[in-house]
């Protein structure tokens, strides 16, 4: 009875908590997984839904069933982790086609229900050609090496456009990014004029000699002048002490900063003060992560409300 209360009474808190800061909020997310790099149980995924609902999508599925049972440790849903898989996720959003990013997704497969994956065609094709085939795993999906199982159903994502996600009351909106030597995606996620922006995995312009993330910006630019971008959710792998010559296409403290001036010269420093700007992706040992932290708040002049997000613990926007 306790434990049931206790999984009840969070969105209340949740809310009560935004409340005070005179925000009502749109967006529940779980994060199942915060990091890159070497710990198999602790990848990049995050649960997201219409704030006080169980219509989950997931971004990126690193890790799904340890996430969720931490996010059951913690209380947040009250059903045995298989359910929450089976029942609450409703589709897959996948940034890019890394293991890190999906490895959880494979795994997990045997045991999940019907769903459709979403990401750009190169991703998809990688599910195609390199995972769910049957020398490497089985074929879930409904594509690809024969016999195809069909629990799985490939949605091929067109940047730019916004997709109605089945089962939920979320839009999806996606954008192209570079990263290294393949696309990356970020999804704008629309829930009734409210967003929340997810970034998989991405190199500054200057070092990609890219325009993806200019463009994202400008993107955006208008919906961050409005308040109704309710967080930002984008990696820092590396401290500042990395090589650009080794970023292998991914973020420093000082590149963030950098890519956020140029958010701010498009949106007025006034619109991106107290931003919510979750820090997705730090790469262990911890103490590259505690360096991470510490050199982000020195140069966060602007005034963004960093976030680190922790496996399991609910957030709400």
């Not at 997990?108 to 065609?121: C, F, M, Q, R, W």
């Not at 911890?286 to 399991?312: C, D, R």
Request: aromatic share 10%; net charge neutral; hydrophobic share 40%.
């Amino acid at each position: 009875m306790y434990y049931s209360y206790k999984a009840a009474l969070l969105p209340f808190l949740l809310l009560l908590s935004l409340m005070s800061f005179g925000q009502t909020a749109s967006f529940s997310v779980v994060p199942l997984g915060v990091k890159g790099g070497i710990d198999e149980s602790n990848l990049s995924a995050y649960m997201v839904a219409p704030y006080n609902t169980h219509n989950f999508i997931c971004l990126d599925a690193g890790t799904l069933h340890a996430g969720i049972q931490k996010a059951i440790d913690r209380k947040v849903f009250n059903l045995p982790a298989e359910q929450v898989l089976k029942q609450y996720i409703k589709a897959y959003f996948i940034s890019h086609s890394h293991l890190d990013h999906l490895s959880g997704l494979i795994i997990n497969s045997p045991d999940d229900t019907a769903k459709t994956i979403y990401a750009n065609a190169d991703c998809i094709e990688v599910f195609k050609n390199n995972y769910f085939t049957w020398k490497s795993w089985a074929n879930f999906a409904n594509e690809g090496e024969k016999p195809q199982l069909n629990k799985y159903h490939y949605e091929v994502l067109t940047p730019d456009k916004e997709v109605e996600v089945a089962g939920t009351a979320l839009k999806v909106q996606t954008f192209p990014l570079s990263h290294s030597n393949l696309q990356s995606t970020a999804f704008l996620v629309n829930n009734g004029g409210s967003y929340l922006l997810y970034l998989g995995d991405t190199g500054p312009d200057e070092i990609e000699k890219s325009t993806n993330l200019q463009a994202l910006w400008r993107a955006i630019a208008p919906i961050v002048k409005s308040g109704k971008l309710k967080a930002l959710m984008i990696e820092v792998s590396f401290p500042n002490e990395q090589p650009d010559k080794t970023l292998f296409g991914h973020l420093t403290p000082n590149w963030l900063m950098k890519e956020m001036k140029v958010l701010a010269q498009l949106t007025g420093p006034a619109s991106i003060k107290g931003l919510n700007v979750i820090v997705t992706h730090v790469k262990p040992p911890q103490s590259h992560i505690n360096t991470i932290k510490q050199q982000l708040k020195a140069a966060n002049i602007m005034g963004l409300h960093l976030i680190y997000p922790e496996q399991g613990k609910p957030l709400a926007f």
